[in-house]
């Protein structure tokens, strides 16, 4: 199975911008790419997806209009743009490949696996 490693978490005042990276080694096929937020104290919720098939994306309410998924196939790494930012986005960040090609939209988290340590995003004056 895939196996992926985020990057590119940091500490950015509301309103900046972050890019999250997503580099996928070992077999690097995958159904879909999804991105999660667990901030304290809270549930993984699921943010985003990009399909492998066609590259269709879907992002949840509390993210849409503001952040971006994409992909570059030569790099074998998805990429979670994030403009915007406002303090209720912080959370750590990870990406999991989906088990199958089906699964449920809201994401939920027990159709992905193979997750990784995340990368930590602070939206703080």
């Known amino acids: 199975q895939v196996q992926l490693v985020e990057s590119g978490g940091d500490l950015v005042q509301p309103g900046g911008s972050l890019r999250l990276s997503c580099a996928a080694s070992?077999?690097?096929?995958?159904?879909?790419i999804g991105w999660f937020r667990q901030a304290p104290g809270k549930e993984r919720e699921g943010i985003s997806y990009i399909s492998s098939s066609d590259g269709s994306t879907y992002y949840a309410d509390s993210v849409k209009g503001r952040f971006t998924v994409s992909r570059d196939n030569a790099k074998n790494t998805v990429y979670l743009q994030m403009n915007s930012l406002k303090p209720e986005d912080t959370a750590v960040y990870y990406c999991?490949?989906?088990?199958?090609?089906?699964?449920?939209?809201?994401?939920?988290?027990?159709?992905?696996?193979?997750w990784g340590q995340g990368t930590q995003v602070t939206v703080s004056s």
């Open positions: 999991a490949p989906a088990r199958n090609m089906w699964f449920r939209i809201p994401l939920e988290s027990a159709d992905f696996g193979s």
């Open positions: 070992g077999s690097t096929f995958y159904y879909a």
